[in-house]
């Protein structure tokens, strides 16, 4: 992997990663672009971290409010943790059909297809009334389910659960910061996921590729989050279906 490919990868996972368009679906099709029989999994883990780091520091102030008064907010924590579970098991579940799925045109078109939906639904739903205190578990189960099902390819994991939060009355504003409270968790597990994979023998294209990547993937997922935010406070969600429709029909054309 030379520098130019990393430094796309990189800003591709920075701004895909957040952006409900799923950062797994737009690798795949760079993947094909670039001719990479498939994404270094260290360069891989690596962007994985910037993006942990961007939304980390995005939410700074709500996550240090959670670990400054951890007795006050040990209920919302237990929620976190119920909402990262469905993920969990399904992953574990279904690794191995998983990780196939992403060697699928056809499974790469119809999550993008059934992403565009999700996002589409949101135009008819008017502004909620909760806020993230009163989330309760019923609703964290469901936001998870979502992004369980998010896993698979090019079904967007902010898209699906930003989504649900929607469907289940959260407010906007409310509902952007859970989806990404509840990311890091499912980053974190990806990456330690791929660190049990890690062969240093995959390391790819020394440390400028790798560096620059990872700079790109921090820089551009901090901007996409930024983006994002504004977008959902107007209730512009489903903007983003068009994207993903005409996505999942460019796919289909190639391969009909």
């Known amino acids: 992997m030379d520098i130019i490919q990393a430094i796309v990868l990189g800003a591709v996972q920075g701004l895909t990663e957040f952006l409900p368009v799923s950062s797994s679906g737009h690798l795949v099709l760079f993947q094909k672009l670039f001719g990479f029989k498939e994404v270094p999994i260290f360069f891989d883990t690596l962007v994985h971290?910037?993006?942990l780091l961007a939304v980390a520091f995005y939410l700074r102030k709500e996550i240090w409010q959670i670990l400054t008064n951890l007795k006050k907010n040990i209920n919302f924590i237990w929620i976190l943790i119920l909402g990262t579970l469905p993920?969990?098991?399904f992953a574990l579940l279904f690794k191995d059909y998983i990780e196939n799925s992403f060697n699928?045109?056809?499974?790469?078109?119809i999550g993008f297809f059934i992403t565009a939906g999700l996002l589409f639904a949101t135009k008819f739903i008017s502004e909620g009334k909760k806020d993230m205190q009163k989330i309760n578990w019923i609703d964290s189960v469901i936001i998870g389910i979502f992004q369980a099902i998010a896993i698979l390819p090019s079904i967007s994991r902010s898209g699906a659960t930003?989504?649900?939060c929607l469907y289940r009355n959260i407010k906007r504003e409310d509902a952007f910061k859970f989806s990404f409270l509840l990311s890091i968790p499912a980053i974190a597990g990806a990456m330690t996921l791929q660190i049990f994979d890690f062969n240093p023998s995959n390391l790819n294209g020394g440390f400028w590729p790798n560096a620059l990547g990872f700079v790109m993937a921090a820089i551009f997922g901090f901007l996409s989050l930024f983006i994002l935010e504004k977008i959902a406070q107007k209730g512009k969600f489903h903007y983003f279906s068009i994207y993903c429709f005409l996505l999942g029909v460019i796919i289909?054309?190639?391969?009909i």
């Open 87 to 89: 993920a969990v098991i």
């Open 162 to 164: 930003i989504s649900s």
């Open 49 to 51: 971290f910037a993006t």
């Open 104 to 109: 699928s045109l056809w499974l790469l078109s």
């Open 252 to 255: 289909l054309f190639f391969i």
